[in-house]
């Protein structure tokens, strides 16, 4: 079985860009996770969603951030516009259900100059 | 609040040594769930255990050994025999069951477990 697919695996960018990183959630998996890994802060979880639905974007760090998630195999975080304080690994992951283990994508290595 | 501590930042070994890696959590809740991960050098995020608060039975897999014990809210984990593969950071995480609705994984800071041969 796939796994959680990122896309692009690596991306790098100048300052002011826009940025879409794309994630396709294991096939049956109802919730699905957006985190920033870096390591000054370690994982921040962004967002969630349950259902396709955002539950939780607490952890968006500005409105620059968004994502979104139009089916239950497709989500999207766009950063808009991109600076280099962003540059950062960005997992997405999924799980079956509430409390169940998150299965996480490869990761999209982010570079912003 | 909820909390995720590991105190150990790294760990040296030589191949073939015990090691254990410390995970202390602080919760608000009575049931939740606890996690380890593992992240190789290749970067990817290995899941390898979920546990509950109402299962303190301890759990082996192959070298891998957990000790959950609430009295003192730890969540430890164990390799004996290690070998250079194991050399990666492991994350102790933390999922409360708050208000029904929540999924969130806190997460530990990572211990980086370096396997020397």
């Known amino acids: 079985d796939a796994g959680v697919i990122q896309s692009p695996r690596h991306e790098v960018t100048e300052m002011g860009q826009e940025v879409t990183l794309r994630c396709k959630p294991i096939?049956?998996?109802?919730?699905l996770f957006w985190y920033r890994q870096t390591m000054m802060r370690g994982l921040e979880l962004l967002i969630y969603?349950?259902?396709?639905?955002?539950?939780?974007d607490s952890g968006m760090p500005e409105d620059r951030f968004s994502a979104k998630m139009p089916n239950a195999s497709f989500s999207t975080l766009k950063i808009q516009p991109s600076e280099p304080r962003d540059s950062a690994v960005y997992f997405c992951a999924s799980s079956f259900a509430k409390h169940y283990e998150q299965y996480f994508g490869p990761g999209t290595r982010l570079t912003v100059t | 609040a909820q909390k995720v501590t590991q105190a150990q930042t790294e760990i040296s070994v030589v191949e073939k040594e015990d090691v254990t890696l410390d995970c202390v959590y602080e919760?608000?809740?009575?049931?939740?769930?606890l996690f380890w991960y593992k992240q190789p050098p290749s970067g990817e995020l290995v899941f390898l255990i979920r546990?509950?608060?109402?299962?303190?039975q301890n759990e082996i897999s192959g070298r891998y050994s957990w000790n959950f014990q609430k009295s003192t809210s730890s969540f430890n984990f164990t390799i004996t025999a290690s070998q250079v593969v194991d050399s990666a950071v492991y994350f102790c995480a933390l999922s409360e069951v708050y208000g029904g609705a929540t999924n969130k994984l806190i997460f530990g800071t990572g211990t980086l477990l370096a396997v020397q041969p």
């Open positions: 096939s049956g998996h109802n919730s």
């Open positions: 969603f349950n259902n396709n639905v955002p539950i939780d």
């Open positions: 546990r509950n608060s109402f299962d303190e």
């Open positions: 919760t608000r809740d009575t049931t939740y769930y």
